[in-house]
């Protein structure tokens, strides 16, 4: 029983400790308020398609007022 318990614990560690690896290695991602959506932000696609031809690498919608914000690496 001991036995099963420290392989379980010892598994549990890698899984941890490979996860922790590669959040270090991600860029930061900068955010900001499209300025070429207009109205409600419903849909993450469309949010993201005007954020595309804005030259952002992409956007997602945001808050109790639905912004639509895009986002690029920094």
Do not use: P, Q, W
């Amino acid at each position: 029983m001991e036995r099963k318990t420290f392989g379980f614990l010892f598994l549990l560690l890698l899984v941890l400790a490979a996860d922790v690896a590669v959040k270090t290695g991600e860029a930061r991602e900068c955010e900001s308020e499209s300025h070429g959506f207009k109205g409600v932000c419903l849909s993450d696609n469309n949010c993201a398609h005007v954020c595309r031809t804005e030259g952002f690498s992409g956007g997602d919608c945001h808050g109790v007022r639905r912004r639509c914000y895009c986002t690029k690496i920094c």
